[in-house]
Every structure is written in C-alpha cells, then in structure tokens.
C-alpha cells in the first residue's frame, strides 16, 4: 500500500490545476412531413429542403478537433410513423470512395461510412446507433454506459446513390425501432458522424473530443419533434429447422446419422412506450459458431464466448454489473461426471448409454426499457428442464436413468437509474433456483459511477453479497447460507492529456458468483495506483499515442497473505502512415506466491503456496493498416524468471488480404513455447503436493474467409486447428515455504501425465436475408477433438492424426421468418 501512497502524493499538485474548457451543444430541427420521402438515396425531393441542414462536421480522428476534409449536409424529417435522415456527403475526389462490401453490423471495413445516434431520452448515456456504408450494408447498435451493444438488431431501411459530387444516403428509421418518452413535445440528443476510409477519417456532427471521457454525453440537440405516439410494437419471428448430424459412434445399436426438425419463435412485445418483452420459445442454438477449445492446465475454469444471438441482444443492462455470464444457462449438467446411482440394485459395473453435455433450455424471457426519468428496469428469466444420464446395468443388463441436472429457474433483475453528469447508480440480483435435492444461490450488487459537472473526475463504487443455500452435505433437516462478499473503489482523473487512476478491489474467501456468473478466483485484494499521458493530435511522426504507467500489489484476503507486486509502463499509438503499435513492459522486483496451483484448501481457504521468483514480462504488438490490400498484425512477448530460468515466450502473425470488394481472407498463427515452466502435478499420501518442470507447446491455426454477393448475402468460413502439448521432464515436493523438493522418482498421479489435445473445427454459414428481420441459413460443421500421441510433441504428425480422427458432421438448414404488426396491420387494410 505504501507504494500507492507515494505515487498519490506525487499526483496531487497536478490534477488541482486542471481545467477544462466548456463545449459548445449544436442544435437542430427537424421537420414534420405529411408525405414520406422516397428512399432511392437522392435526397433531392422538396421536402427535404423544409429544413436546414446539419453542416460544420469536426474531425475526432486522425486530428482531433480539426475541421473534417470534405464537406456534409445532413437533415432530419420526421412523420407519425418514422424519422427520416438523409445525408449529402461531398467529396471532391468521389472517384476515389471506398465501397467494400462486408457482412450486417461487420464494424469498420474499407469503406466510407454514414451514422446517425439518437439519445431519446437525453441522459447521455443512452443512445441507439444506426450506420450505413456506401455498399449499402447497415449497422445497428445500441451505445450505453457499459459499452456499445453492437449485437442489438434492428428492422429498418436505408438507400445510398453515387453521383459526380460523392455520395448520399437515405434512411427511415420507424418508431419501433427505438424507444423515447411519452411527451408531447420531445428534445432528443443527436449526432452525425461520417468516416472517409481513405483519409482514416472519423468525423462528427456535434464534436467528439476523444480528450474527453464517453461520447453520447458529447451530442448535439434536436428539437421540434412533437405530437409523436408510440406504435404498438409486436414482432413475431417464428423459426423452422432441420440438422442431419453424423458422427462414427462405432458401437452396436448406435445409428451415426442422426436428423432432428425443430421449430420455434422469438417475441418482441412493446408494453409501453419504455419497455419492451423478448421471449423465446423452445429455442434452436445448433447453428451458433462453434467453440474455441483449448488444453486448460491452470486451477480455474476456461471462459467461453456468448455466440447465442438471444443471449447477446439487448442484454446489457443484465451485463453492466458483471454478475450475468448467460453461458451457464443451458451449459454442462451439474453432475455429469458424478453419475451417483442405486449400487445394490443395479451393481458396481455399468454402461453409460447416452449423458448429454447440455441442459435443454425450455423457454427465456426479458424485460428492458427505461422510463421517463430515468430509471432502466431489467427483468431476465430462464427456466431449463430435467437432464437425464441413461445407464445399463452390468448386473440384470436393465436400462435406468440418472439425473445429472435439476429443472432449474434463471432470474435476473436489474435497477440503473442514469443521474446528472452521464452518472448512474445500478442495483443488480441473480437468482439460481434448483429443483428439490440441489442448492440454490442467489447474488447482490450495489454499483455506482460519479462523474462531475466537467466530466474531468470520476467515483466508481460496487459491493456485492452472494448467498448459497444448502450446498454440500448437510445433516437431514437442517438448512445453510454461506455468505460472501466483494467491494471495489475507483477514483480518477478520466479526462484531458494527464488521467490518473487509484483502485482497491476485494474478494473474500467464500465469495462465489459462478452459479449464474463467472469469477475464475475469489480470495484476493488488489491496490493499483496509475498515471497516464495521452496525446490525441498529430505530433511529431504519431497521429496519437496513449502511455501509462503504475503499480499493482496483490494480497490474499484470507490468510492476508502477499502474493504479488508488479510495476508497468504501457504505450498504444498510431503512426501518421497508420501502423499502430504498442507494448508493455511488466516488472515484478520481488518473489511472488501462488496460492491456487497447489489446489489445495482447508475451511475453504488454501493452506499451501508455490513461490514465483522475481522476473519481468514483455508484450507487443504491431498492425499494418488496414486499407491496404494486404494488412499483417503481429504480437509477440516472453516471460522470463532467472532464478529458476522459467521462460515462456509466444508469438502471433494474422495476415489478411482483401482480394476484392467481394472477398477477404485472414489467416491466423499463433505459436507459444514454454521450454521450462511449472505446474501442478498432483496429491500423495499425508496430503502431500508434487509440481512439476513442464515444457509446454501450443500451435493455433484459424483461417476467415468472408465472401459477400450483396448488402443481404455471404458465405463465411471460419476454420481452427488447436494444437497444445505438455510434458513433464522434473518433479518436486513441495514445501511448506514455497519451494520445491526434487524427486526421484515420477509421482503416481494422473496430473503427472503428458497431455495432448487437438481440436479441429470447420464452421461453413450461407446467410441470405431475403426481407427484413427475415433470414435463411445453411451450416455445415465439422468438429474433431483428439487427445492421442501425448508423448510425441510433433505438431503436424497430430495434425494428421487428427484429421484421421472420428468427427462430427452437422449440416443444418434454419429460416426465420419477421413478421411485423404494423406491416401486417396495413396489409390488411388495403
């Protein structure tokens, strides 16, 4: 702690002096209608000269706060039933615009690009995004103060026209795509922003000072709106599939052609103007992109993307508090390795049948919106069904079942009131509530941001109090909640060239999540103390260059125990040429203690320790710019402690060509080596610990290829071979100091084995949306996982052995329909 103390002291006369200039709202009006426009992408009608334009845009990149290179007009209109954007982006090179095609909500690709965000409710912090590039190819998202949600969807339209003077777009954006007040007459917080790709330039409207900390509270206005109702908005979008899956089971009885239909549907209801219903019934998730699976030789469990679109749009509130991790709904049956069964009836020896890996999700509902003042309510519910191991009896050949996981409720409820200054206060509970015989958890959360009028200093503050009722053996009729507990304090300078950060997080011992969240460790303190200079202009041969540096000190929390100091410096930048580079040089001056690999725990807290030498750790990287044809990023570090001569070192290459507007390729290697290195291997008699000298090999290979016909259909190959292989060449006893005793002889435990572990995996997707919100997908995928040749650390004889493997073929055909009230509703009328 005292090294924090000193680096405050060393802060305080500098940030009292800091002052920040005030900014200046642009405002706008937009004009009401009573004919819509026509959306061919040539705003040339006469209503659109109804009102003035937006003009004046300000670089916020490469040269922050420099006047925008091409000129841009923007006006807004609006009718009972849309609001309507169009923009006239001149260019006086329009021969030189970039139009590469890509997929929906692809993110920046080489093309020049137009948005519109509407902060509705003017909290700014809150805002809906809406993009459109000069292929014609949309993006959507929602921006909120957790981050941008960009797997948020919407349904509406847009139209883009070349011409001699550059380019031009045109939207409509109807009322059910977004969500506003109930007021007669509405101000809602705007910006524009136009991205020249081969300027690399990001442009704003309403200037977005990236000095500044956020960006929706850096809106312009606009005003005018009135006598807006909201729609009935009610979307359904029923689902037909169909999976023909083939799998080599080699065993008597067993088919390995397996086909399945499914059918389902996804519910969006408006309940008010505010809040809106989603809901899935009897869910399909067989299409998702399959996992990257990787040798995990650590103590704590491996954290594995959301890939499921229903559990990642319009999820972030649920995610703001980091106690949601929606990967446990539907995941691996509590006791699928604990298949505990009637020993008597049906003997010692039995054949495991069928054990499915997942829980089978019956339906999940949300409830999300924001009211008029402010305050965002969130209500998430799931329920999963009974999972069954089926076993055969070795003793009268009988068929019986197991179950390996209970029906089970999901719930999650969520408070966030936005308060003055793109402050809030966020009031979070999970609830997991099992069937009869397992235990239930329940956490927590009370979070809080506050930022000052300049936005310049910000206070974070969380605590957090997880519950287990029941969990573990208890005594019949007696009951048990094991409480925990976390806390975080953060305060810093969040704006202007000089920032500083000062943050203290706690986890006590029993403090666990994991039944709904995700934690990897709890039992841990942390002191981090930071300062930082950023510059956010061209200098010099930089466009902007980002550098810290601070101090980490890490403790246990029972036994208050050290663990760990380090010391950091840290540059990101970006070249005028726009190659972007960075590093960060980790010094840790003192022996560290790990008190998790031993994996051993008394009362819950662990009772043993593995001392880590001094050392320093290097990380970099360098990427090419990406207008190019062909781009390369590269990374690159090592770990070294030469007390013990530990060494790891890894390196990364990822080429990407673009061939055409239509076809980009990026091909991925990643190769780490740990030629000496320890680990965990293993318990003896008397509670004894062994460890072990490893070598450690990992070889990644991941090819994308993205081929894009139009703005509504692609093909995209995503394609990985995962190779990790570790060997022991030394073993140890470990001793109550931390140190290691040499053995003689190889401990009789299966953690003293060499481990070997393969994972290919082809994902192929053709997606055509051929409406609106409508979509027809075909997947074919082939998976193969291989833990064979652990003794032989040759990484293209196991890829060959791998390809020789069993594998799983699934091919899969999916269509989701959109059905729209409104459109429906008109429909009938005429």
């Known amino acids: 702690m005292k090294y924090v103390c000193l680096l405050l002291l060393c802060l305080c006369s500098t940030f009292l002096t800091y002052a920040q200039a005030p900014k200046v709202t642009k405002q706008i009006t937009a004009g009401r ?19 003035e334009p ?119 954006i109807p009322y059910s795509a977004i969500r506003f007040p109930k007021k007669d007459v509405q101000t809602w917080g705007i910006n524009f922003w136009r991205s020249t790709r081969r300027y690399k330039e990001e442009a704003f409207w ?104 229903f559990f990642t749009e319009g999820t972030e509130l649920f995610n703001k508090a980091g106690l949601f991790y929606s990967r446990r709904i539907g995941a691996q049956p509590m006791n699928y390795y604990n298949l505990a069964y009637d020993k008597e009836r049906y003997g010692e020896q039995v054949e495991v049948v069928e054990n499915p890996e997942k829980t089978s999700l019956v339906n999940a509902t949300k409830i999300s919106g924001r009211t008029n003042k402010g305050l965002g309510i969130g209500l998430f519910n799931a329920v999963t069904r009974n999972t069954y191991a089926t076993l055969r009896s070795g003793l009268n050949d009988e ?56 936005n310049s200093y910000t206070l974070n503050l969380s605590g957090n109090l997880s519950q287990h009722y029941n969990k573990g053996e208890l005594p019949v009729g007696t009951d048990k909640v094991e409480l925990g507990h976390a806390y975080a304090a953060t305060f810093g300078k969040t704006s202007g060239n000089f920032q500083f950060r000062l943050r203290h997080t706690a986890e006590n011992h029993t403090y666990d999540i994991n039944d709904l969240g ?132 890894w390196i990364g290459i990822s080429p990407r060509v673009r061939v055409n507007d239509h076809l980009q390729l990026v091909y991925g290697v990643r190769y780490s080596d740990t030629p000496r290195g320890f680990g965990f291997a293993g318990n003896g008699v008397q509670d004894s610990i062994f460890f072990g000298r490893r070598k450690v090999k990992t070889v990644s290979n991941t090819l994308t290829g993205t081929y894009i016909f139009n703005a509504r259909t692609a093909l995209n190959l995503n394609m990985r071979h995962y190779w990790s292989n570790a060997t022991f ?49 075909v997947v074919w995928k082939n998976a193969i996982y291989d833990s064979a040749l652990p003794e032989r650390p040759d990484y293209f004889l196991n890829l060959r052995n791998t390809l020789q493997a069993k594998q799983l073929n699934s091919f899969s055909v999916k269509v989701l329909y959109y059905l729209d009230y409104q459109v429906l509703r008109r429909a009938l009328k005429t």
Do not use: C
Request: charged content about 20%; aromatic content about 14%.
């Open 729 to 777: 060449d030394k073993y140890f006893l470990l001793q109550d100091d931390g140190n290691g005793r040499p053995l003689e002889y190889r401990p009789n435990s299966p953690s003293a084995n060499a481990r070997n572990f393969n994972a290919f995996n082809i994902d192929l997707v053709y997606s055509w949306r051929f409406a609106p919100g409508s979509e027809v997908s």
């Open 33 to 51: 209608t009573a004919t819509p426009p026509k959306l061919d992408g040539i705003p040339e009608e006469d209503i659109w000269k109804q009102v």
């Open 518 to 649: 995700y934690l990897d460790n709890n039992n841990s303190r942390e002191s981090q103390a930071l300062v930082a200079y950023n510059f956010y202009k061209p200098f010099w041969k930089l466009n902007n260059a980002y550098n810290a540096l601070g101090v980490q000190h890490r403790m246990l929390y029972k036994p208050a125990a050290f663990t760990q100091l380090a010391y950091f410096l840290e540059t990101n930048a970006t070249t005028k040429n726009f190659i972007s580079f960075g590093y960060t040089i980790v010094w840790l001056p003192k022996d560290g203690y790990d008190y998790f690999e031993p994996r051993s725990y008394k009362d819950g807290v662990p009772d043993q320790k593995w001392r880590k030498p001094a050392g320093w750790e290097v990380n970099s990287y360098i990427s090419s710019d990406y207008r190019k044809k062909l781009a390369v990023d590269l990374d690159f570090g090592f770990y070294w402690a030469p007390e013990y001569g530990e060494l790891d070192r």
């Open 206 to 309: 309403n200037f977005v000072d990236s000095s500044i900390q956020g960006w929706v509270n850096q809106f312009g206005e606009v005003h005018g709106i009135t006598g807006l109702k909201a729609p009935l908005r009610l979307s359904l979008m029923p689902y037909l599939s169909g999976y023909a899956d083939h799998f080599p089971q080699e065993q008597p009885g067993k088919k390995d052609l397996k086909t399945t239909v499914n059918g389902g549907m996804d519910i969006k209801y408006g309940i008010n103007d505010a809040f809106t219903l989603d809901m899935t019934l009897v869910p399909d998730f067989g299409q998702t992109q399959s996992d990257a699976q990787v040798l995990n030789l650590s103590p704590f469990e491996v954290r594995f993307n959301e890939n499921r679109q």
């Open 399 to 454: 068929e019986f079942r197991v179950l390996t996981d209970p029906v089970t409720n999901y719930n999650v409820l969520v408070l966030d009131q936005s308060l003055k200054n793109s402050s809030y206060v966020t009031f979070t509970n999970t609830n997991v509530t099992r069937g009869s015989g397992f235990y239930n958890a329940n956490v927590t959360g009370l979070m809080t941001k506050l930022t000052n009028k300049k």
């Open 54 to 172: 937006a003009t004046g845009f300000t670089q916020m990149a490469p040269a922050n706060g420099s006047p925008a290179k091409q000129q841009t007009e923007v006006r807004v209109l609006y009718d009972d039933e849309a609001v309507y954007v169009s923009a006239l982006l001149l260019d006086t090179a329009p021969d030189s615009i970039l139009s590469q095609l890509s997929q929906r909500d692809g993110g920046q690709v080489n093309a020049d690009m137009f948005g519109v965000y509407f902060d509705t409710y003017l909290d700014k912090q809150n805002a809906f995004g809406f993009e459109v590039s000069t292929a014609g190819v949309q993006t959507d998202f929602k921006a909120t103060s957790n981050g941008n949600e960009t797997t948020w969807d919407a349904v509406w339209q847009s139209a883009v026209a070349r011409h001699p003077q550059g380019w031009s777009v045109e939207m409509r």
